[in-house]
């Protein structure tokens, strides 16, 4: 027996929702369809933030209660008017990901789906040349929301000082991501060495909030800024993606501003349309400028701590430290 479905016009295409009443976030009673009109409502954000992207798709086809599978490719049988691109991993290998053009694409994957959606900082005329730096503010344990806002705000003195502007969003959960758009001249290693720089330079401004430590034992109490989410094939939640969660939270675009007082749980997918048909994208002027990172690379340069671990499913890379924690290497020298 065929699958109920409704169909949707979006922009020139008509995408099937299969279906459509399937409860995908049973603590807010919400659907798939719930899901694919959401991203359809926010498209113009949505676009803006996966616009020729290579993206990586996180679904769960039966809600968000059952086990996710995280996509790297795009599979095979798709509609000709999709697109991809062709991504090379850490260990060597390609895959051919999905390339975001377009408001359809985004509800069509929604259908498969498609929860989250984490696209890769770099446009596909150069995958190896990243747009976008991104400062990943992460609540360790003992620490929340407040604290990650009070780090951001942290992030945001230093890039006016350097003459940047950094966009903010709520991740989707207890953290705060901030988008850097640069200049897409240098590589992920220098990339991701100029995250590093400018998080050692947070930490060293607020050091009882923030950390760079990449081993867990030695965070503490402190929000740690992910200097390796600007690693090759890592990647955050985009803006106006949905999250995983039975509340079906967003990762929701902010001024500076809102950061002052917001609230995470106030940005779901019932609530996020309303605010977008009122404020529009707040993120609309994120693509007005690029800015030069050779000023974070001059203080990597200068700093002689060096490169940090990078996460353990990549090869050994050049000039990284011993990959082993620090206690573990303590027992070893004994």
């Known amino acids: 027996m065929a699958s109920p479905y409704i169909e949707l016009t979006v922009g020139d295409r008509v995408v099937k929702v299969t279906n459509p009443d399937k409860v995908y976030f049973p603590e807010i009673g919400a659907t798939k369809r719930d899901l694919v009109e959401y991203y359809v409502s926010v498209g ?13 798709l996180k679904r769960h086809p039966d809600g968000v209660e059952t086990e996710g599978i995280y996509q790297k490719r795009m599979p095979a049988k798709h509609p000709e008017w999709l697109q991809t691109v062709t991504v090379r991993f850490p ?8 390339r ?67 966009f903010p969003k709520t991740s989707g959960s207890r953290g705060v991501h901030v988008s850097l758009r640069i200049e897409p001249r240098w590589d992920f290693t220098q990339v991701r060495h100029a995250a590093i720089a400018f ?5 060293s401004r607020v050091p009882d909030l923030a950390t760079t430590a990449w081993w867990k034992e030695e965070r503490g109490e402190r929000v740690f800024i992910d200097y390796n989410q600007n690693a090759r094939d890592r990647t955050v939640a985009a803006a106006y993606s949905v999250r995983a969660k039975p509340h079906a939270p967003v990762s929701t675009p902010l ?17 996020v349309p309303t605010r977008f ?58």
């Open 199 to 203: 998080a050692r330079e947070v930490e």
């Open 91 to 98: 260990s060597g290998r390609t895959a051919d990901a999905l």
């Open 255 to 271: 001024t500076w501003e809102e950061l002052a007082d917001a609230d995470p749980r106030d940005f779901d997918i019932r609530t």
């Open 100 to 166: 975001v053009t377009e408001v359809a694409a985004i509800a069509y994957c929604a259908n498969l789906g498609t929860i989250d959606f984490h696209p890769w900082p770099v446009r596909s005329s150069d995958v190896d040349r990243p747009d976008e730096l991104r400062i990943d503010i992460d609540p360790q344990p003992g620490t929340g929301f407040e604290e990650a806002r009070r780090v951001a705000f942290a992030v945001n003195e230093i890039l006016g000082e350097l003459g940047m502007t950094g």
């Open 277 to 334: 048909a009122k404020l529009g994208d707040v993120h609309a002027a994120i693509d007005d400028r690029a800015f030069s990172i050779e000023p974070l690379l001059e203080w990597f340069e200068r700093d002689d701590r060096g490169d940090m671990p990078y996460p353990p499913n990549y090869p050994k890379m050049p000039g990284e430290p011993k990959r082993v924690q620090p206690s573990k290497a303590r027992d070893d020298s004994r």
């Open 44 to 56: 113009e954000g949505a676009l803006r933030a996966l616009y020729d992207r290579p993206t990586y």
